[in-house]
């Protein structure tokens, strides 16, 4: 007799919790897991909370993505802010892809300290100029070989430098005139990505940008990307020598404004 009420015990228990299991409309079973399609359109979001601009997609041969948040770099403009990042980066984030540390061969660079250049920038609106410091900060980067590294370097210098060129100081730009020269802004942020090597080792290098004294006129990135286009097309040839995956492929590039996620422009 005990086991017969433990038997009917035991089948009432489960079907309560059968009944209680969530159906579709607890909104838990019309959960649609959906991989990422790394050929979603611009200007849509693929998933909320997703940052695409941290990693690679095969769909062209190199991402570059640009924040849309300004900082000055004040007279550092043209070919002297190429220059100057350009320096920085290989100073600081030199090739090391030979050293074998932790018994892998890539090179990368973790973060480094004190990347920056002094400029001038509007202290005391709306005609104080005065020296401020540019910073560059927040990076990381990994590469297979000093040739990548150079690419991944060479990209977010030249990105820079095209977002102040053929700017007028005067109407939409990110250039305008500040104790009669030339000064201008650009993004917060640079990511470059390139496409992995080896047993699939990421290429990439991210970058930041910040100076405290950026509130003035504007940042355009929307507008003046073109700029960016022709400059990283100038090292399509050398990206795809480089990676064996687009030898028989024609160069693609994809630069984007960073919005939000795979929203952009």
């Known amino acids: 007799m005990k086991l017969f009420n433990f038997c009917i015990g035991l089948v009432l228990g489960l079907a309560i919790l059968v009944g209680a299991a969530p159906t579709p409309e607890d909104g838990v079973s019309d959960i649609e897991f959906v991989p990422l ?7 849509t979001t693929a998933s ?7 990693e690679y997609h095969d769909y062209s041969t190199v991402q570059v993505w ?3 948040t300004q900082q000055t770099v004040g007279w550092v403009i043209e070919k002297e802010l190429y220059e100057t990042v350009w320096s920085q980066l290989d100073r600081y984030c030199p090739d090391n892809s030979k050293d074998r540390w932790g018994g892998n061969k890539w090179g ?8 920056g250049f002094p400029t001038q920038c509007l202290i005391n609106p709306p005609f104080g100029n005065g020296q401020c410091e540019t910073t560059i900060h927040d990076i990381w980067g990994e590469w297979e070989n000093d040739q990548i590294r150079r690419l991944l370097i060479g990209s977010i210098a030249g990105t820079l430098e095209a977002l102040t060129k053929d700017q007028a ?11 009669n020269r030339k000064a201008c802004n650009v993004g917060d942020k640079v990511r470059v990505n390139l ?5 699939n080792q990421r290429n990439y290098m991210h970058v930041r940008i910040f100076n405290y004294h950026s509130q003035y006129s504007n940042f355009r990135c929307c507008e003046t990307r073109e700029n960016v286009d022709r400059a ?17 492929r024609e160069f693609v590039r994809d630069t984007r404004c960073i919005i939000d996620g795979w929203k952009s422009c």
């Open 232 to 248: 990283i097309d100038g090292l399509g040839n050398e990206m795809v020598d480089v990676f064996p995956q687009w030898w028989n």
């Open 66 to 68: 640009i924040g849309v």
């Open 195 to 199: 496409p992995p090597t080896g047993n």
């Open 37 to 43: 399609n790394v050929t979603v359109p611009m200007n």
């Open 169 to 179: 100081i005067i109407g939409p730009s990110n250039c305008f005139s500040l104790g």
């Open 48 to 54: 909320a909370g997703y940052d695409p601009s941290y």
């Open 108 to 115: 990368s660079c973790r973060d480094p300290k004190g990347l």
